[in-house]
């Protein structure tokens, strides 16, 4: 079980919208766990890209005055360089445009289509453009589009259908048996919910008459394939062209509740027709919203990576925006708490006591490393941290992202409060208290290599500044694990201090 790979994967992003704070946040998901679960020995592979087709984009790229794939690239590569601007790491990405997703596609839905699951039939429809998909009557509220809250457009055409009716009944079934496939538990009673109700057959095509760019059907070249169909393909067809199609159905899908729909009902049934595994689990995670209201370009509340990257660090933004949502829940966006985060999580738990640490080091030993001694309060210390280590491991496998970076948090304030109680500081005075003021130190010194270690995969930036201030270089901080004084070799020195995280003390408006 332990040794099974890993596939993540992150939502494709429209290109009508630059890069922003939500399409951050689930990249900045997949990037934590790919980090955490490599450290851990595990196999990981992730997957991020874009969704290019469609009528939101071919309207985006007409208002800007282009042509939809010149447009698709621009914002495409906006995504790219932003992710790599701000130290996202991810194995490939994906373009829906690209020629390798447009042929396997294809193949899939002929597929379908000779074993009867696609037909062709008119419809008269409700239909959002923001959603890009029909709408039941019973699905608005008040008339309106949940999300977008605009009235649908009716839509009357001759198209095709994707005969996900028949396959209703092995879903409800197979999420009856499988309670982890969907997380946290509620979106799952969710879509068990929307089960008890007919789920009915999915448009999966559109005229070419009305909308050009998408996916030629293999079957009729008078239409193209339903944004929906040509998108979830994605986390397959990525696989098959990388050669790692071993991988499928190891994938972990991360999405926001906004998507959960196409991704819990449309994709397994897809899945089942194209006689394909489901997925291992869909980890679904709420929304950022914004003191202003939703974000929105035209209110001007909209948050950018690289702004906040500027502001207040990369590995501060990072920091708060795991502390502060529980996944899965709605969470609000303020600067001010995210200072508040910063100026006393990171800078007056974790800055300070590095400073501390390593300038008593200086002061007292020329940074060399001193012998550990055994005492009763030094247990304590370390007991704190493999009681946080624990407690991380288990969170991050339940995607508590803030449950685990409170546990570490904990095992800070236990060695900075450690500090106050073996008082160094003092002990120093008295020159005959040297080798104790050392193995304190020392302990100190394996407290902060740990926490080096057990942070990497949220604030990996600080991880490895922390590993150079401790005279390592990242790699060599050692294995997860290693046991308690072991680290350091004889003569080991650590660097003098530097500010890891200055406070910031103007919060803008
Ligand atoms: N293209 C589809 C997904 C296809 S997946 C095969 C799409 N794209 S999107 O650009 O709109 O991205 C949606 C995702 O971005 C959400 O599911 C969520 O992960 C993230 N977020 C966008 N806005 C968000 C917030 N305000 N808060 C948190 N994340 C949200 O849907």
């Keep these: 079980m332990a040794t099974e790979p890993l596939y993540f994967t992150t939502p494709l992003f429209y290109v009508n919208a630059e890069p922003h704070l939500g399409h951050t946040y689930v990249t900045l998901v997949g990037d934590v766990l790919a980090r955490f679960w490599r450290a851990r020995g595990r196999t990981v592979l ?8 469609g009528d939101k984009i071919a309207q985006a790229a007409a208002a800007a005055g282009v042509e939809p794939k010149a447009h698709a690239d621009r914002v495409s590569g906006l995504f790219r360089s932003t992710w790599e601007a701000v130290g996202f790491r991810y194995d490939h990405f994906i373009r829906t445009t690209d ?8 193949s899939v839905l002929a597929d379908i289509h ?14 959002c453009f923001g959603c890009e998909r029909f709408y039941q009557e019973r699905e ?65 095509s559109r005229p070419k008459s009305r909308l050009a760019w998408g996916i030629e059907l293999p079957f009729d070249e008078r239409y193209v394939t339903y944004v929906w169909f040509d998108a979830l393909l994605n986390y397959v067809s990525a696989l098959d062209h990388l050669g790692r199609m071993e991988l499928w159905p190891a994938a972990h899908h991360l999405i926001g509740k906004d998507i959960l729909k196409p991704h819990a009902v ?5 899945l089942m027709a194209a006689g394909l595994p489901l997925f291992q689990r869909l980890c679904v995670h709420g929304h950022w919203q914004m003191q202003q209201g939703k974000m929105s370009k035209s209110v001007g509340n909209v948050v950018r990576p690289l702004d906040m990257k500027a502001r207040y660090g990369m590995d501060a933004f990072r920091y708060y925006l795991l502390r502060e949502m529980a996944f899965g829940q709605d969470a609000e966006f303020s600067e001010t708490a995210l200072v508040q985060r910063l100026n006393g999580d990171l800078a007056n738990g974790l800055g300070n006591l590095a400073s501390r640490v390593l300038a008593m080091q200086q002061r007292y030993f020329a940074g060399v490393l001193r012998p550990l001694a055994p005492e009763a309060p030094d247990e304590r210390l370390r007991a704190a941290f493999a009681e946080a280590r624990r407690e991380l491991d288990a969170h991050v496998a339940d995607l508590a992202f803030h449950r685990a970076l409170e546990a570490l948090f904990r095992a800070l304030d236990h060695a900075n409060k450690y500090v106050v109680e073996t008082a160094p500081f003092t ?24 926490t080096a270690q057990l942070v990497e995969p949220f604030l990996p930036e600080t ?13 060599r901080l050692g294995e997860l694990g290693l046991p308690w ?13 530097e500010p890891l995280f200055p406070r910031v003390e103007v919060v803008p408006e």
């Design 46 to 53: 992730t997957l991020t890209g874009t969704d290019e087709h």
């Design 99 to 106: 020629a390798y997703h447009v042929a396997f596609v294809r």
């Design 114 to 127: 000779a074993r009867g699951d696609i037909y062709f039939g008119s419809y008269r429809g409700l239909y």
């Design 140 to 204: 608005l509220v008040d008339g309106v589009c949940p999300d977008h809250r605009v009235v649908p457009t009716v839509i009357a055409e001759e198209n095709y259908f994707f005969r996900m009716s028949a396959y209703q009944e092995r879903l409800r079934a197979t999420l009856e048996a499988r309670p982890a496939l969907i997380v946290p538990e509620g979106y799952r009673n969710e879509v068990l919910a929307l089960l008890r109700e007919p789920i009915g057959d999915l448009c999966i």
């Design 266 to 270: 449309f994709w397994p049934t897809i």
């Design 427 to 450: 002990l120093a005075k008295d020159e005959a208290r040297l080798p104790r003021v050392g193995a304190i130190l020392h302990e100190l010194c394996e407290a902060l290599r740990v």
């Design 463 to 475: 991880a490895s500044r922390l590993a150079g201030l401790l005279g390592f270089p990242p790699v």
């Design 485 to 497: 004084g072991t680290a350091f070799p004889a003569g080991h020195a650590t660097r003098p201090p």
